[in-house]
């Protein structure tokens, strides 16, 4: 691609069709023939699918979401089975889990030297300390 031109080529080197740049699209003219294909358009109801498979469909949408869509008719061909219950999922579990950050002051302290440790470790370093070191832990005895 490129100066307005674009090759197709297979592996092999083999080139099917080129084209030419219009109105910002590659327009390919093949240089192979193409064999004329009856086409048939078929159309059938969609099956009743499962509250989770829906879910997951629409991106993970709240299961309340899903209910509103289904209630109010707002989604054609949202076909949900009836019978399915609506199961907790495991994605949504996950990414709702959060981090706390540790507390700037602690109501524990202790009475005796030792008694209560931090610790943490930091590394890999990306460059070795002078000792050959990638790591480094603190202890901090509150």
Known sequence: MGKGKA???????R????G?????????????KIQSVTKVNTAQEEQPRDWLTWHK???HVAFS???????ERLVEGLNIDENSSIPQCEACIQAKQTCDSFPRNSDSRSGA???LTH??????????SVGGSKYYISFIDD
């Open 57 to 59: 469909h629409y991106g």
């Open 15 to 18: 080139t099917i069709a080129e």
């Open 119 to 128: 610790s943490d470790v930091w590394g890999p370093a990306r460059v070795q």
């Open 7 to 13: 090759t197709l080529k297979v592996r092999g080197g």
């Open 20 to 32: 030419k740049l219009y109105n910002g699209l590659y327009l390919l003219e093949s240089r192979e």
């Open 65 to 71: 979401g899903l209910k509103r869509l289904q209630k």
């Open 113 to 115: 030297l030792g008694e």
